[in-house]
């Protein structure tokens, strides 16, 4: 199994650019069902969950040309309603099933997985729900969920939680409905916006993407055309933490600050300086860090998926700092290997942590348990004396490409080990 090995102790300089935004690549990819002509993504991200995401598209049929950043994309005959095997292992595989649904009337899926952060295995109620008010028969039939409907009908839905793949997948199964859909107590993240966006310039009436209320007027068709993926803000969040926790001037190019406001008003409270473009963010070697207590929320919330990174960053304040996990209960849990680190960390709940900084860290062996507790024991290994090896790393390369070298190109010790 690959691993990294981390030598800590060395501050980061320089620039490093971000990438395309894992969660839209991982919704444009099903969106591409929508239509039978050729979509052209550019900026899409070399990571492991976009590779497994385009697996299933191929095996529905898709023809796929990849060229660098640039993906393009035709699916004029769909071969088959079963989404393959890999969807259960991709939490995301989810999205296709309503654009599948929309072309050949059936679905057939298994339960997505993706990262063990929510209760046992994360539940899709709020999408069968959902389904079930847009006409659509919804079945379980050995292992297998089935989804049956010959035209898709409008209908209103209100999300009772609110959900960013949920939002995602009905406003997608919507679009070549009968008549209008309603959706309420939508996410409100950027990259609904922008999908929302792309489907509108190639033929679909969305209303309201990026609000609450969502408005869609069924259309015919969509047709094909070109989509550029918005800067991933995680991974901006990420190196701005990064930077923040080790110290270090760093700048972050071809990112946009803007969908990360709430981070970097905390960073103010805290006393982490920054300089910003609109395009870029300029993070500078501080002294002290003073403590803080987050709670995560959805957008434009503290994201839940920049609370591990933070995490390690409390660890280096000078004070308590209460972190709440409001979204998912099991995404502290990786807080016991900052504490074999030498954190100060004391687990209230599996929501809540109680983080007394700033403390040294030492270099430890690791398992990385999900994608964002992974990059945060990469930051916590920089920060570290000695050496801190990761296992696991499979988890990692789902949403970060090739972050080794990224991190090797700004200064920082890290070396993969493939075995
Ligand atoms: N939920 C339900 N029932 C449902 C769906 C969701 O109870 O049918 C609950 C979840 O258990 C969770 C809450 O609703 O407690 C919010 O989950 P949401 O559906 O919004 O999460 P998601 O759409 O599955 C996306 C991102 C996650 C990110 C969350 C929250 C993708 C592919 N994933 O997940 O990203 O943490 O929104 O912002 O877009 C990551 O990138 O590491 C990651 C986990």
Not at 195 to 224: F, H
Not at 366 to 376: K, Q, W
């Amino acid at each position: 199994m690959a691993k990294y090995l981390i030598e800590g102790g060395s501050r980061l300089h320089g620039e490093i650019r971000v990438k395309g935004a894992k969660n839209l690549a991982l919704k444009i990819i099903p969106a591409a069902l929508l239509s039978t002509e050729t979509i052209t993504i550019t900026n899409l991200p070399d990571i492991e969950d976009v590779r497994q995401t385009l697996a299933i598209l191929a095996d529905l049929g898709a023809s796929i040309e990849r060229d660098g950043e640039t993906c393009r994309i035709r699916i004029e005959k769909i071969k088959k309603s079963h989404l393959a095997e890999q969807a259960h292992k991709l939490r995301a595989s989810i999205v296709f099933t309503g654009p599948l649904l929309a072309r050949t009337g059936e679905a057939y899926f298994p339960h997505p997985g993706g990262c063990v952060i929510g209760a046992g295995t994360r539940p899709i109620d709020l999408f069968l729900e959902g389904f079930r008010t847009l006409g659509i028969e919804v079945n379980e039939e050995s292992g297998l969920y089935h989804l049956k409907a010959d035209k898709v009908r409008g209908g209103e839905y209100f999300f009772t939680t609110i959900s960013v793949t949920g939002t995602e997948t009905l406003m997608m199964t919507a679009v070549l409905a009968s008549g209008r859909t309603t959706l309420k107590n939508c996410a409100v993240e950027p990259e609904i916006k922008a999908l929302a966006d792309y489907l509108n310039s190639q033929g679909a009436k969305i209303k309201g993407a990026g609000t609450p209320t969502i408005e869609i007027d069924g259309v015919e068709k969509i047709s094909g055309g070109k989509f550029e993926i918005i800067p991933d803000r995680i991974e901006t969040g990420t190196f701005a933490i990064m930077a923040a926790a080790t110290g270090s001037e760093l700048t972050i190019s071809g990112c946009n600050p803007s969908h990360i406001e709430i981070l970097l008003c905390i960073f103010k409270k805290i006393g982490v300086k920054f300089e910003r473009g609109d395009d870029w963010l300029k993070i500078f070697a501080g002294g002290k860090v003073r403590p803080y207590n987050i709670k995560t929320h959805e957008y434009p919330g503290f994201p839940t998926d920049l609370q591990s990174p933070f995490t390690v960053l409390a660890t280096q304040a000078d004070g308590i700092s209460i972190i709440h996990e409001t979204i998912y209960d099991r995404r502290l849990l990786f807080t016991d290997m900052l504490a074999q680190m030498g954190a100060d960390i004391i687990m209230c709940d599996p929501h809540r942590v109680v983080v007394n900084g700033p403390t040294k860290l030492a270099g430890k062996r690791l398992t990385s348990p999900d994608l964002r507790a992974g990059i945060a024991m990469i930051i916590a290994g920089l920060i570290a004396e000695g050496t801190t090896e990761i296992d696991n790393i499979y988890q990692i390369d789902r949403g970060y490409e090739k972050i080794d070298e990224r991190l090797r190109a700004i200064g920082a010790k890290i070396q993969r080990v493939d075995g």
